[in-house]
């Protein structure tokens, strides 16, 4: 009887550390990312002041990321987009230069999907971290979440596509459509920076 008590709880012992290291909650068993927010939910066009998505690796990203910036670029990018390839390395390069000052960037990765369960395509984001890691990236790439695609990712028809925004996640001057030089990219920064 002993024997058969050993057995039994010996099992439960092995399926409950299975079911514990099958993985949950918004990745699956195979490692796969989830869209993070609420399909349903309706968000502001243009307005960064809500919004929640996860970086290429996973971590979880909201409002409060534009918080101690004065200025944020955000460059809303596509791994078959060769200009926008060609102008990271610049960015990454701005982004060092400018560290110490009120500034950050921020980079979307336009073209990553997601399936009928809302699970991002691995493929792609697999692809878009090769990008990263040719070009040498360390700043954030965000993926598109349903509060993204609704504030800005619907409306954008060309990339890159480059915006600023304030620390309460307001749209700061224009949208810059096509890539830009290092040179020219810091013009931009300085003047938006003066006037804040």
Do not use: H
């Amino acid at each position: 009887m002993k024997k058969l008590i050993s057995i039994i709880l010996c099992a439960f012992l092995v399926l409950g550390c299975f079911a514990a290291c099958s993985g949950g909650g918004d990745t699956p068993g195979d490692g796969r990312l989830r869209v993070p927010d609420d399909p349903e939910k309706t968000y502001e066009s243009n307005s960064y002041k809500e919004f929640s998505a996860i970086d290429i690796s996973g971590k979880e990203y909201d409002q409060s990321i534009f918080k101690g910036k004065k200025l944020t670029m955000v460059n809303i990018w596509a791994t078959f987009c060769r200009p926008c390839i060609n102008e990271m390395p610049d960015l990454e390069a701005l982004s060092k230069e400018y560290d110490s000052k009120d500034f950050q960037i921020i980079g979307m990765i336009s073209d990553v999907d997601y399936d009928e369960e809302f699970y991002y395509d691995t493929a792609l984001i697999n692809k878009a971290l090769e990008v990263i890691e040719m070009t040498g990236v360390t700043y954030v790439n965000l993926l598109p979440s349903f509060s993204l695609i609704d504030i800005k990712l619907e409306n954008v028809y060309s990339v890159p596509e480059t915006i600023f925004v304030d620390e309460n996640g307001n749209q700061v001057g224009e949208s810059y459509i096509g890539s830009r030089s290092l040179e020219d990219w810091k013009a931009i920064v300085d003047s938006l920076l003066a006037t804040m």
